[in-house]
């Protein structure tokens, strides 16, 4: 166990860094944020911000000295800087996880092997193969990067008129994977916390949705049956184990119309759909995940309450003294100093009684 006292080390300035840094204040941690970002909405609140790149070995050793343990709040960080990081203070999650979930295919062979559903997939790693590739899955079908994508960046979707060169230009990479489109009646996700003794906590499956590739908003809980529930919290505790997890992993998943499930993609770290728990759940999913690398016991996912998280992209954050008049809404602000287009400037959480509360 690493004791409140400690210094967790954070990479990356984000605001999933930033909600982490609090969650760790509040137990008795110091955090030291690395980002090559000045005025980063993490360093807002933390200890000592190293401004550095993520490669950067001197920063890295810096860090290693300061901290008992480093987390990372985004999966697209360079895996070397990582795995050298690792042999000078324990990072959690591990390397491991990081190589397997930053890219598409790799994240995707291993849940098959699994033997969870995904869609059909197959690499492709070259314009010249994709042609090929897509007769053999058959469109319409999703293009991907299989590095770096967010938010709908390094993708495609290659129906019967879509132009394959117009495709490959979009998605912008050497290396693809070709994914068959599902068509689903909504996307869950799973958010799962496990510690270094295998101990395991699922939050409830919600529902996921976008607008224009970017989650717009969750729906607490999801619409689902309590067996189809059960099977979404086996599948995200099944890969939580066979990746010997410690931190924090949400898993992405559709729902197809019979209540069958795929998996989508996976993320190592606190997630965006998982927001909600900062107001809803007896412990957020931030609060887990410093309980999980520090080997605190983990705390309860309980949901207090139903409800809705919005995220405020780019101008809506224009809405904030409004969502502050609301006084059921509960309003959470990244501190970044611009709003451009497609850029998660905070969120909105709503709640509501669950029905055996009324």
């Known amino acids: 166990m690493i004791p409140p006292g400690s210094t967790i080390g954070i990479l990356g300035g984000g605001q999933l860094g930033r909600m982490t840094a609090q969650a760790a204040a509040s137990l008795g941690y110091r955090t030291v944020v690395l980002t090559p970002e000045t005025d980063s909405p993490a360093s807002q609140v933390t200890s000592q911000t190293i401004v ?46 990081l190589k397997i979930c930053q890219d598409r295919l790799r994240e995707k062979d291993f849940v098959s092997r699994l033997g969870i559903a995904t869609t059909r997939y197959r690499a492709v790693t070259s314009f010249a193969a994709l042609a090929d590739t897509v007769g053999d899955i058959g469109r319409p079908v999703v293009l991907k990067s299989t590095r770096m994508g967010y938010d709908g960046k390094g993708q495609a979707t290659i129906r019967d008129e879509t132009d394959l060169g117009v495709a490959w230009r979009q998605m912008g990479a050497a290396i693809g994977i070709v994914e068959r489109f599902v068509d689903f009646a909504y996307e869950a996700s799973v958010i799962v916390a496990r510690n270094a003794d295998g101990t395991a906590q699922c939050f409830v499956p919600v529902e996921n949705r976008h607008a224009n590739h970017i989650l717009s908003e969750t729906h607490v809980p999801a619409p689902m049956t309590p067996d189809v529930a059960a099977a979404a919290e086996a599948i995200a505790l099944k890969i939580a184990e066979a990746l010997e997890l410690i931190g924090l992993l949400a898993v992405e998943m559709f729902v197809l119309p019979d209540g069958q499930l795929m998996v989508n993609e996976l993320a190592p770290r606190p997630h965006n759909s998982g927001h909600w728990t900062l107001d809803a759940c007896v412990t957020s999913q931030f ?72």
């Open 52 to 97: 550095a790149g993520y490669e950067d070995r001197a920063a890295l050793q810096q860090l290693a000295d300061l901290c008992d343990v480093v987390t990372y709040e985004f999966e697209n960080i360079p895996l070397d800087g990582v795995t050298w990081l690792a042999d000078h203070v324990p990072v959690h999650p591990s390397p491991r996880v």
């Open 287 to 358: 609060e887990q995940l410093v309980r999980a690398i520090t080997g605190l016991p983990l705390g309860s996912t309980e949901r207090l309450a139903d409800a809705v998280m919005e995220n405020l992209i780019g101008d809506e954050i224009d809405k904030w003294p409004e969502i502050a008049a609301d006084p059921r809404a509960k309003l959470h602000l990244y501190g970044k100093a611009e709003a451009r287009p497609g850029r998660k400037m905070g969120h909105v959480t709503r709640l509501y009684p669950r029905p055996h509360q009324t």
